[in-house]
């Protein structure tokens, strides 16, 4: 009876631990989700008065800056955990290179983060035309690494 | 006396000036026409196809990974032995709104001269003198890596007679974009719909008015190409004009994502480059194709 009641519990622990990986997965997948959403979000807000839809240029320099703090403030290993991957969830449009190749990754970021910080110094400036010079920039990095880290949308 | 020689030196300083003039006013036509000609090359496809080397333009060697196998663009610079140096501008016409070599062989439809055949000849003679005004580039052309039967090119006489009956784009019948500019740049000189245009049997086009998309043909060319009629929802109709813009400048869209791989490079190596009001034409005309 004891030891059948050891291996249930044994049993019973195993399946838990294996849930709560899972969530942590999904929920890690979720989270990084957002910080890409918030960064698009930030870069709507600029392009929408970059585009004449809007005038309320003041904001470009303040959206500017988040997207840089956003950025730089990504912690790969955090952001991006080994159990995290296409293997680990059906969930995340993330390719196994990030982990496989992770120096280019980790290049890759730092990248867009340099960019970034040519956004800033434009909004500073205030040119509308080297704003939208340095947001195409910016886009042309977060494109290339979408482009190597990302599957690809249908 | 006196009076005759001044007349003279009047009227030879009178020749002068309208010489100056006329040589100005052709120069400025030069100008325009190279200028006009090296849009188009970028709106057309040209540079980003025949391009893999930025320091060698339109020297060819790119490559276009395709489930028949890999296709490399031919040297279109104007060197004489690797190039197009010793074509006419006949020999290009035929070449650009046919499809068919000056030896007379056909040319696969990678290369979309399907779409080229409502250009204007002026157009495409602007895109032969902005070549030509350029250095020769001496690069050795590479063959197709295609798959049987894919390599045999003589079976293209039968693919383009199959073509021609299936498809609604008859090429004898040139379409008059006369005051349709969008149209124009949409449908022949970007020809988007060289991908966004369903295919159907033989990988054949059969509306060139459909932009609705096409769907992935093989999981490991991960090929899906987007819809971009007017639908709200699986097309950009809910896009504005300077969205469409502004994604055609810098690969933007308005959710603050960006353009996919094939996409970002047609962008950078073309659309970027055309005049803000051509991009606008092209957003209106996008905005009106609907749904199939």
């Known amino acids: 009876m004891i030891k059948v009641f050891f291996v249930l519990t044994l049993l019973l622990s195993s399946f838990a631990d294996q849930l709560a990986y899972a969530e942590n997965t999904e929920d890690v997948i979720k989270y990084r989700k957002n910080i890409m959403k918030a960064i698009g979000s930030h870069i709507s807000v600029i392009a929408a008065n970059l585009k004449g839809k809007v005038s309320i240029n003041e904001d470009i320099l303040p959206h500017s800056k988040s997207i840089l703090l956003t950025l730089s403030s990504i912690n790969i290993s955090k952001t991006f955990p080994e159990n995290s991957g296409p293997n680990h969830s059906s969930k995340t449009k993330s390719l196994e290179n990030i982990w496989s190749e992770k120096e280019l990754f980790s290049n890759a970021m730092k990248d867009s983060v340099k960019k970034a910080e040519s956004l800033v110094i434009a909004a500073e400036a205030g040119d509308k035309q080297n704003i939208a010079k340095s947001l195409g920039a910016l886009g042309k990095t977060c494109g290339s690494c979408h482009n190597k880290f990302r599957k690809k949308k249908n | 006396m006196v009076p005759v020689i001044i007349n003279l030196e009047k009227r030879k300083i009178k020749k002068t000036i309208i010489l100056l003039f006329i040589f100005i ?44 196998g890999f296709f490399n663009s031919p040297n279109i610079s104007k060197d004489k032995l690797n190039g197009i140096g010793n074509w006419s501008k006949a020999e290009f016409l035929k070449a650009v709104t046919k499809g068919i070599s000056p030896d007379n062989k056909p040319y696969y439809p990678a290369f979309p001269y399907n779409w080229y055949a409502d250009m204007t000849e002026s157009d495409i003679l602007d895109i032969y003198e902005y070549i030509y005004s350029l250095p020769a580039i001496s690069k050795e052309e590479t063959n197709h890596n295609l798959r049987f039967p894919y390599n045999i090119r003589e079976l293209l006489w039968l693919w383009r007679f199959v073509d021609r009956i299936v498809s609604n784009k ?52 991960n090929d899906a190409v987007p819809n971009i009629s007017n639908d709200n929802i699986n097309g950009i109709g809910s896009w504005s004009k300077s969205d469409i813009v502004f994604f055609l400048q810098t690969g933007i869209k308005p959710n603050g994502d960006f353009a996919e791989k094939d996409m970002s490079l047609i962008i950078e190596n073309g659309t970027q480059y055309l005049r803000n009001n051509d991009l606008y034409k092209i957003a209106g005309y996008l905005l009106k194709i609907k749904d199939k």
């Open chain 2, 170 to 221: 008859k090429n004898d019948i040139k379409n008059n974009y006369k005051n349709k500019r969008g149209e124009y740049l949409v449908n022949s000189i970007s020809h988007c719909g060289a991908c966004h245009s369903p295919r159907t049997f033989l990988y054949i086009v059969k509306d060139y008015n459909d932009l609705t998309g096409r769907k992935q043909t093989s999981k490991l060319l």
């Open chain 2, 25 to 68: 006013i052709l120069n400025r036509n030069d100008a325009f026409s190279n200028e006009n000609g090296k849009i188009l090359s970028f709106a057309a496809g040209c540079h980003g196809c025949h391009t893999s080397n930025p320091n060698q333009p339109f020297g060819g060697g790119y490559k276009i990974k395709t489930k028949f």
